[in-house]
């Protein structure tokens, strides 16, 4: 089957940094995506790992390790703005297409 | 108008009432996605559309319908709903279909549906 987990929610402070763990178990898997959605709106693409290791994009980072099925996402520098979802969300092309396969998300709340 | 645009932003219909959804992309993507977004609920995949063909239908009821008459647009037509249906509704758009590279989906605000 297929399956992705991430914390519900959680908190940090401005300025802090912090870390969204993501676990799945998935079949043909082929990238992990993760999205922010701020409340009512659009989710919005962050980063894309496909291979083993750290992408580091400003503030956000996103590391894959595909042989314990992990990711996390890396905030720093927090900003009251970093209030959000983040999504993870995986790829699988069982199916020979471009097919995403979300978590429910984990909430963050940055405080000052 | 830039990206992907819904409308409308909100909707409360009746069971019986007959409502369509509209998606535009402005990216000059060649696929098509309706995604329904519950709360504290993962985002499910309704529908997939690559140049116009429906390529998924993820066991989707037939009260939902979906209709994509060029690349650029993507309705979903609504009717005899149910309370359960009452979502957030989104849309995204992607280069294409490839696994290859990030190829990401751009998103749409969505369409907040409630179902009385």
């Known amino acids: 089957g297929q399956n992705i987990d991430q914390p519900t929610e959680m908190t940090a402070t401005e300025g802090a940094i912090v870390q969204i763990n993501c676990t799945y178990q998935t079949s043909g898997f082929n990238g992990l995506f993760w999205y922010q959605q701020h409340a009512g709106e659009a989710p919005t693409f962050l980063s894309y790992?496909?291979?083993?290791g750290l992408e580091e994009k400003g503030r956000f980072s996103s590391f894959l390790s595909r042989s314990k099925g992990y990711s996390y996402l890396l905030l720093k520098e927090l900003q009251m703005k970093d209030s959000a979802s983040y999504l993870c969300a995986v790829r699988d092309n069982r199916r020979g297409y471009n097919k995403l396969i979300f978590g429910a998300g984990t909430r963050l709340a940055v405080h000052p | 108008e830039t990206g992907v645009t819904q409308t409308p932003r909100h909707l409360v219909m009746g069971m019986t009432n007959k409502k369509s959804l509209k998606c535009e992309q402005h990216?000059?993507?060649?696929?098509m996605y309706w995604y329904k977004q519950s709360a504290k609920k993962p985002l499910e995949l309704m529908f997939v559309y690559s140049l116009e063909e429906r390529v998924e239908n993820n066991s989707v009821p037939s009260r939902f319908s979906p209709e994509c008459p060029n690349s650029s647009h993507l309705f979903l037509h609504l009717h005899t709903l149910q309370p359960e249906d009452s979502a957030l509704y989104l849309c995204?758009?992607?280069?294409?279909?490839?696994?290859?590279?990030?190829?990401?989906?751009?998103f749409g605000p969505g369409t907040r549906l409630t179902v009385l």
């Open positions: 790992n496909v291979l083993d």
């Open positions: 995204a758009s992607s280069q294409d279909l490839s696994s290859g590279g990030a190829n990401e989906q751009f």
């Open positions: 990216l000059g993507h060649n696929a």
